[in-house]
């Protein structure tokens, strides 16, 4: 049986991917910040941002972003940088849980890249990144947040997840992102089938 809630469940998190996104601060360094809602359409990104953190105050003074998609592998470096804040001071609200860090890159020892057609660099540990322009923030949540809706401009992806058959697809047998699910990291589970668009299927594949 389903059971009603009369109050909203205190998390929403029903599963999305990891994102480690970054962007530029005021004195040319770069942020990193950890996401828990994104999706993707076509070549767009939808990002939910809270309005105190410093990757939003990024973006509205230099619109440029690089999504990064960690592996399972990397869910210490996530959970390491996950508790800490680019903003100095530390917004009020934030203090009981969160601490500022200006350096997560030491913190989650990883490796800044050059981007080829944005200022914000990439990370080299994730096996997938897109640089991207913000097109629109849309305000939800009363102006708590806001939904960014980015274009991607280019993808980076480690030949080490490639289809080595179709060498401009993913091979997801190779590939295991990091998913947040109820405030709780998960990897990619089970092949469970394939839809119905998706070529070279073997007799084995079942439709969802």
């Keep these: 049986m389903h059971i009603t809630q009369e109050t909203a469940l205190p ?3 029903f599963g999305t991917p990891v994102v480690l996104l970054t962007t530029v ?11 828990s ?19 939003y105050a990024n973006l509205q003074r230099l619109p440029e972003l690089v999504i990064n998609l960690p592996s399972a592998q990397l869910v210490a470096a996530v959970e390491a940088i996950a508790p800490t804040t ?11 849980h969160y601490r500022h860090i200006a350096d997560k890159w030491t913190l989650g020892s990883l490796t800044a890249v050059e981007s080829r057609d944005v200022t914000p660099p990439r ?11 913000v097109v629109q923030c849309v305000p939800i949540a009363g102006g708590a947040a806001v939904a960014v809706e980015a ?15 179709r060498p401009h697809r993913i091979d997801t ?3 295991q992102p990091l998913y947040y699910t109820f405030r709780r990291y998960f990897a990619q589970g089970e092949h469970l089938g ?3 668009r998706e070529p070279l299927l073997d007799s084995s594949t079942v439709n969802p």
Excluded at 27 to 34: E, F, L, M, Q, R
Excluded at 86 to 96: D, E, I, L, Y
Aim: one cysteine or more; hydrophobic letters at 40%; proline letters at 9%.
């Design 11 to 13: 998390v929403l998190y």
């Design 25 to 35: 601060n005021p004195d040319g360094t770069s942020n990193i910040s950890p996401l």
């Design 37 to 55: 809602s994104a999706w993707a359409l076509d070549d767009r990104y939808l990002l939910g941002l809270g309005t105190d953190g410093q990757a």
């Design 86 to 96: 680019g903003r100095s001071p530390v917004p009020a609200h934030k203090t009981p």
């Design 123 to 133: 990370i080299m540990e994730c096996p997938a990144q897109m640089e991207a322009r």
């Design 151 to 165: 274009e991607v401009l280019r993808v980076h992806v480690h030949e080490t997840i490639l289809d080595p058959a």
């Design 173 to 175: 047998d190779r590939w």
């Design 194 to 196: 394939a839809n119905f």
